[in-house]
Structure formats: C-alpha cells, structure tokens
C-alpha cells in the first residue's frame, strides 16, 4: 500500500481551488441590466460578454475588456 498523501496539490488543481465561482447574484450586482434569471442561464463568459454587449450597448471588443476585468480569477 502506497503512503503517498491522498490529496496532493498540483499546479492545475491548486489553480482551480483559488478560482470563485461566478453566481447570478454577482452578474446582476455589477451589471444591473441583466435579470437574475438571465445571468442564472449563463454557462459561460461569452455568454456574459454578449449580454453585457447588448444590454449597454457596447462595442465586442469594450464588452469583453469589461468582462475580463470584472471577472479576472473567477469562472462559471
């Protein structure tokens, strides 16, 4: 029997474990155009890239800027 310990931290999986998860709640806290219910649809950045897009009617690429900031270490 190996005596390794069970939960062994690897640059991957430590990654992960620093990583918070968007909530729907933290979507319509910052972007108040976006419903709970539309934000608790997302599955993933693009997602929130689009809405915020449309909704304040901004350009792809000041849509995205925005969202990677705001987003920075978090994922859905």
Do not use: C
């Not at 108040?32 to 219910?37: A, C, G, P, Y």
């Not at 950045?45 to 000041?62: G, I, N």
Request: aromatic share 6%; no cysteine.
């Amino acid at each position: 029997m190996s005596n390794a310990p069970l939960n062994t931290a690897t640059p991957a999986n430590a990654q992960n474990a620093n990583t918070q998860k968007i909530q729907a709640r933290d979507i319509h806290a910052k972007w108040d155009k976006i419903s709970d219910v539309e934000a608790s649809g997302m599955k993933q950045t693009s997602d929130l890239v689009s809405q915020v897009q449309a909704k304040y009617s901004l350009s792809p690429e000041q849509a995205q800027k925005d969202v990677n900031v705001w987003a920075n270490g978090r994922s859905f």
